[in-house]
């Protein structure tokens, strides 16, 4: 079992950049798929972006794609979003996920089995 925890979220202007961290706790960091989803007001939760566990690939939303980075480190139980370009639309609850048995990142919920309790990230204009 891992729990995560994320942290780095806030409130920032359009434009600006901000890095999301997840801390997992245990000894089996390096086995799981990471990712991280988000969820704004009034819509379903989404796939931003995810990355394999030794780091071979990653993955992202369109949404994001070109302005984010993701990148982790199976020594410090971590893993990060880099997200720059903020746009007001980037609005949203980001939740770091694990996943034990995809060997590949999956943008579907379903596929990950620990959830962090997520931060808040909101975009001014």
């Not at 729990?3 to 801390?23: K, M, N, P």
């Not at 939740?95 to 620990?114: E, F, I, K």
Request: charged share 20%.
């Amino acid at each position: 079992q891992v729990q995560l925890v994320e942290s780095g979220g806030g409130l920032v202007q359009a434009g600006d950049s901000l890095r999301l961290s997840c801390a997992a706790s245990g000894r089996t960091f390096s086995t799981y798929t990471m990712a991280w989803f988000r969820q704004a007001p009034g819509k379903e939760r989404e796939f931003v972006a995810g990355i394999t566990k030794r780091s071979d690939s990653t993955y992202f939303a369109d949404s994001v794609k070109g302005r984010s980075t993701i990148s982790r480190d199976n020594a410090k139980n971590t893993v990060w979003l880099q997200m720059n370009s903020l746009k007001p639309e980037d609005t949203a609850v980001y939740y770091c996920a694990a996943s034990r048995w995809a060997s590949l990142v999956s943008s579907t919920g379903n596929s990950y089995d620990y959830w962090g309790q997520g931060t808040q990230v909101t975009v001014s204009s």
